[in-house]
T-cell receptor
Framework: DTGVSQDPRHKITKRGQNVTFRCDPI?????LYWYRQTLGQGPEFLTY????????KSRLLSDRFSAERPKGSFSTLEIQRTEQGDSAMYLC????????????FGSGTQLSVL | AQKITQTQPGMFVQEKEAVTLDCTYD???????LFWYKQPSSGEMIFLIY??????QNATEGRYSLNFQKARKSANLVISASQLGDSAMYFC????????????FGQGTRLTINP
């Protein structure tokens, strides 16, 4: 158990719809990250938070994507007007203060845009 | 720019044998971190092992060890006494510098352990 819970596990949506994913770090942690993994590729960094502050956003994160972490605990990732190219696994990850170098991932949300 | 290269798309190994998964990296940063993750068919990314660029000794975690050759820029994963449950995708990744864990991942190697 990595201490990261993601919901939903799977999401199927139609092109043009909005979707929102949630990440709940169960344990005490330092920073929270979002990554995206498309089929046959390794994960790619999207954005990260320290407490409520979103400190960096990748160029992969178009203006249709928005991530929030309102109280410095759980985080949400919203995609507006979904496109078929958004189909991917969206992974949330955290670092713990004691082992700051190590990144621990949740099980991810698999998004399929039809 | 950093880059991770995993040249083995697939590996087939007999159960109980040792296996080495290759990883080479490219960075001009003197400070970096190297990771290996396992991704079973269920999809979760499981942290296996970490090596810092200034670490003097090769990292080990149970049956996993990282063969770190700094001059060659390689960070191969060695799994000793392979088990059927080791069948999965394996990703090598690199973090540039210290601080935020913005990792760059390789393409992965699919490892299959045969009984």
């Amino acid at each position: 158990d990595t201490g990261v819970s993601q919901d939903p596990r799977h999401k199927i949506t139609k092109r043009g719809q909005n979707v929102t994913f949630r990440c709940d770090p169960i344990s005490e942690h330092n920073r929270l990250y979002w990554y995206r993994q498309t089929l046959g590729q390794g994960p790619e960094f999207l954005t990260y938070f320290q407490n409520e502050a979103q400190l960096e956003k990748s160029r992969l994160l178009s203006d249709r994507f928005s991530a929030e972490r309102p109280k410095g605990s759980f985080s949400t990732l919203e995609i507006q007007r979904t496109e078929q190219g958004d189909s991917a696994m969206y992974l949330c990850a955290i670092t713990y203060r004691e082992t700051n170098e190590k990144l621990f991932f949740g099980s991810g949300t698999q998004l399929s845009v039809l | 720019a950093q880059k991770i290269t995993q040249t083995q798309p697939g590996m087939f190994v007999q159960e109980k044998e040792a296996v080495t998964l290759d990883c080479t990296y490219d960075t001009s940063d003197p400070s970096y971190g190297l990771f290996w993750y396992k991704q079973p068919s269920s999809g979760e990314m499981i942290f296996l092992i970490y090596q810092g660029s200034y670490d003097q000794q090769n990292a080990t975690e149970g049956r996993y060890s990282l063969n770190f050759q700094k001059a060659r820029k390689s960070a191969n994963l060695v799994i000793s006494a392979s088990q059927l449950g080791d069948s999965a995708m394996y990703f090598c990744a690199m973090r540039r510098g210290r601080g935020a864990q913005k990792l760059v991942f390789g393409q992965g190697t699919r490892l299959t352990i045969n009984p």
